[in-house]
């Protein structure tokens, strides 16, 4: 699968991805197998279920090409994990949201937990959020 992303082969749709707009080729079967958001947007009677071209503001164009990695071949090479985390949500991923709280959880340290307590708070994740003040207490 990775070759299908590196060299652009039988792509099927074009995402948009970003305020500053870029393009991403992608396979609408690889791309809803694994993402919720996908095979929702993708299986419905929306107008991009069609739509060659479709865009995403919503999702940072620089970790995208991370996120359409891991679709492909579950690596990841990021270090923004919270910026991962984030698109990982939006698009629905859940195995790498599972993924990103346990290492977010093992990155807890005393000179970050405070920072790591807003994440969890702005990101909604309660697991991490008890992990931090379980950090904290102790």
């Given amino acids: 699968l990775e070759c299908l992303v590196l060299k652009d082969r ?28 996908f095979e929702a947007l993708f299986c419905s009677n929306m107008k991009e279920s069609t739509q060659q071209s479709i865009r995403l503001p919503q999702v940072s164009a620089s970790i995208f090409p991370d996120l359409l990695n891991y679709l492909y071949t579950d690596k990841t090479t990021t270090t923004d994990i919270v910026a991962l985390y984030e ?34 708070k702005d990101l909604h994740v309660p697991d991490l959020k008890q992990c931090c003040e379980s950090y904290i207490i102790t």
């Fill in 87 to 120: 698109g990982a949500c939006f698009l629905q991923i859940e195995s790498l949201i599972k993924m990103l709280k346990l290492e977010l959880q093992r990155a807890i340290s005393l000179s970050n937990v405070v920072c790591m307590l807003q994440v969890a």
């Fill in 10 to 37: 039988f792509h099927d749709v074009v995402l948009v991805v970003g305020d500053s707009p870029r393009e991403f080729k992608a396979h609408r079967a690889i791309l809803s197998a694994r993402s919720k958001f």
